[in-house]
């Protein structure tokens, strides 16, 4: 006879159900992070510098190439490997901070119109649609024109393009907050309008930002990615993956495939990953924006 | 109704005035204009006449309006480069776009539906998780990296295709896939979306109740209505990939409004970037003002709607 094993109930503080959890892409995103983080240590050589007698070398298991450079060497015979190491750098420094700054201000603005009302969320509203209504990527193309290209700018010019998605949908999320028992309540007790929107209505927005931030990362590298490729990005010779590849189209004619073919798998592999956390975090902690 | 088309012809005019000010605010907020609009190394006398044309030493409102009246005849400044007005090289620029736009189009249409319908059709089984990996996979490659890598198979490789330039339908198909293949994506989760929310609703239970085969139920009766906002989404796509197309045009040399913002930027000619984001975002608010007089002219539950 089959002994009963007890059947342990969770608190439902602890319920957070860990069976599909994206374990791969977690791990992809850390791996990329712990990268940046020990590129120095690393990379086996400069990222910047090459000598010229080894340009367009092959990776190594191809004929031609040798085991000093895995990965083969680029126009200015610098080293492929050392390249992607340091651009995992930029795409995760220029991506977190752009996510976090869009972030930050998209959701203080979403809270401060929705939760205001009146004029206040007319002007925000009006402002956030317009910027919704230029092309993401000609719009960033247009400020470095003005601004002109740098990392610093980059994190900028990502950050005044992409804090519009997160404004509209916090905004949302505040109106049918702003009718529930709790906030009512606060507002009979006395609180100010601002302690309101700080203690009470920013802890509930917070997942939502975190699912929209997480599946924005994809995007913003992808068009820092873009913006590098361009010309418009990254200033040369620091290695930014969107960089490589446009450095990568003047051996690609004569076959040199590495030089397109490799960070073109990073940028893919970092925003694939991004997209299954993103998805598997929208599903776990945010039911409301399971439809977007 | 013609109450609701008013209003909505009003925010759309609200929101191009809103546009025009914001890149205007830009341009003038962030230093001296003359820099940007003024050829670098130009003669003094230029300076003037561009400082005398825009009238930079006057109030900025004054400066504003000067600036919109020059946008609303069609006076978007003349290229540094080309030397002719901006809007006679972006119309000449525009129909390339279009084209490489609707076959991108036609081609993310014919892939995104019938795998949209297959995924909601068999939800759960495998052409389901099959038509999954194929979204996240469409929504997270770079579209220029999907041309480069097209072109490192069909000709570098193949042979098969050029890799660059236009004229030809071969010359159309590498470019209209890389444009395409992310809105196949798009148009796959919301044909599937569409589609199970149709085959849920109570007209499709009364039609498999009496009796229709199913290959009836799902071609006649419910791919047409789910079809609706896929169609819609389509519409605007079409306005987005035309100005989106950046990367792809520069990566295959296509001669579209892309490479012209391409071109733009490499030779510093600020008066062609300026045009191709203000046109572009006026072509996105007049579409959405088209769908949404179109949408009320068909459904009056959103007209009467406040």
Known sequence: ?292 | MTHYILRRLGYSLVSLLLLSLTIFLFVRVTGDPTTLLVEPGAPQADVDAIRQRFGLDQPIWVQYWTFLASLLTGDFGNSFYYRTPVLDLYLSRLPNSLLLALAAMAFSLLIGIPSGILAAVRVGGFWDSAGKTFSLLGLSLPSFWVGLVLILIFSVSLGWLPSSGSGTVWHLLMPAFALGWYFAAAHMRLTRSSMLEVLGSEYIKLARLKGLPEPRVIAKHAFKNALIPVLTLAGINLVIMINVAVVVETVFAWPGIGRLLYEGITFRDFPVVQAVVLLGGAMIVLVNLLIDILYALIDPRIRLER
């Open chain 1, 1 to 292: 006879m089959a002994i009963e094993t007890p059947v342990v109930e969770l608190s439902p503080r602890f319920s957070f159900r860990l069976d599909d959890f994206p374990l791969l892409p977690t791990l992809i995103l850390t791996g990329i992070a712990l990268v940046a983080l020990f590129a120095g240590a690393l990379a086996p050589h400069d990222p910047e510098v090459g000598s010229l007698a080894a340009r367009f070398r092959p990776p190594a298991w191809q004929a031609g190439g040798s085991l000093e450079h895995l990965l083969g060497t680029d126009h200015l015979g610098r080293d492929v490997l050392s390249r992607l190491i340091f651009g995992a750098r930029v795409s995760v420094v220029v991506g977190f901070t752009a996510v976090v700054v869009a972030g930050a201000t998209g959701t203080l603005l979403g809270i401060i119109s929705g939760y205001l009302g009146g004029w206040v969320d007319q002007v925000i509203m009006r402002i956030t649609d317009t910027w919704l209504a230029l092309p993401a990527l000609t719009f960033a193309i247009f400020l470095t024109a003005i601004v002109g290209p740098s990392e610093m700018n980059i994190v900028i010019i990502l950050a005044a393009v992409y804090w519009t998605r997160y404004a509209r949908v916090i905004r949302g999320e505040v109106l049918s907050l702003k009718e529930r028992e709790f906030v009512r309540l606060a507002v009979v007790a006395g609180c100010s309008k601002w302690s309101i929107m700080h203690r009470h209505i920013l802890p509930n927005v917070l997942n939502s930002a975190i699912v929209l931030g997480t599946l924005m990362l994809g995007v913003v590298i992808v068009t820092e990615a873009a913006l590098s490729f361009l010309g418009v990005g990254v200033p040369p010779p620091k290695p930014a993956w969107g960089l490589m590849l446009a450095d990568g189209k003047k051996g690609m004619m004569v076959g040199y495939w590495w030089l397109t073919v490799l960070p073109g798998l990073c940028i893919m592999l970092m925003v694939l990953s991004a997209n299954l956390l993103g998805d598997w975090l929208r599903v776990k902690l945010d039911p409301q924006l399971r439809q977007l």
